[in-house]
Nanobody, 123 residues
Framework: QVQPVESGGGLVQVGGSLRLSCTASGRTFSRYVMGWFRQASGNEREFVAV????????SYGDTVKGRFTISRDNAKNTVYLQMNSLKPEDAAVYYC????????????????WGQGTQVTVSS
């Protein structure tokens, strides 16, 4: 069992960068696939990125591909989301989630969720 906790959100200007972190408690963090999702007000939860338990495999949503990078440090029980070239439409609450098994872009496949961190992009 893991409990993700996100941090690093805040206010950033259009074109700027931000790095989110997600630290998960538990001794089995390295066994979990970790995903990032986001949800803007009035919208459904959207897939952002996912990384395999070892960190060897990643996948991205089409709207962030080429701008965002997911990575993890299993020694620190932490997964990161580096966000560059931010756009107004990137503004949302960003969630970190964990699951066992294969990579997935579907929120319902994830077992453990953090509380989210707000990202605001100003023009």
């Amino acid at each position: 069992q893991v409990q993700p906790v996100e941090s690093g959100g805040g206010l950033v200007q259009v074109g700027g960068s931000l790095r989110l972190s997600c630290t998960a408690s538990g001794r089995t963090f390295s066994r979990y696939v970790m995903g990032w999702f986001r949800q803007a007000s009035g919208n459904e939860r959207e897939f952002v990125a996912v990384i395999s338990s070892s960190g060897d495999w990643t996948s991205y949503g089409d709207t962030v591909k080429g701008r965002f990078t997911i990575s993890r440090d299993n020694a620190k029980n932490t997964v990161y989301l580096q966000m560059n070239s931010l756009k107004p439409e990137d503004a949302a609450v960003y969630y970190c989630a964990a699951r066992m098994g294969s990579l997935s872009s579907r929120p319902n496949d994830y077992t453990y969720w953090g509380q989210g961190t707000q990202v605001t992009v100003s023009s």
